[in-house]
């Protein structure tokens, strides 16, 4: 899954996030705040006996302050503004990348 919607999905029901550290995993788990990575079936297994330590609360916090829809859309409208004025990184085609506008 590119972005990663059904960790940031189980975030905003307050449920913390156990996954492998690959694709969006690290860009949406905060270990130790909203879940744990793990590379391997040990430290899972340990990672399952932690997860109670975690909060609810501060895995919802951490999605509506980085995915709610105000936020995407304000930082989708500011990039734009960027790219229009010249001053940001533009997708270069096919590839997802950010290359200089120009």
Partial sequence: EPFGL???ES???GTPVLAAPRG???????????GFLCRDTECLVAAV??????????????MEERFSIERMARD????????LAGGA???????GRAVRAG
């Avoid at 969006?24 to 909203?34: M, S």
């Avoid at 006996?49 to 951490?62: I, K």
């Avoid at 990184?89 to 590839?95: K, Q, S």
Wanted: with cysteine; proline share 7%; glycine share 10%.
């Fill in 24 to 34: 969006a995993a690290p860009e949406i788990v905060r270990p130790g705040r909203t």
């Fill in 76 to 83: 989708h409208v500011a990039l734009y503004e960027q790219v």
């Fill in 11 to 13: 975030l905003a029901c």
């Fill in 49 to 62: 006996g932690s997860v109670g330590s975690l909060s609810r609360q501060a895995c919802r916090a951490d």
């Fill in 6 to 8: 059904v960790m940031a």
């Fill in 89 to 95: 990184g533009r997708p270069r085609e096919g590839t």
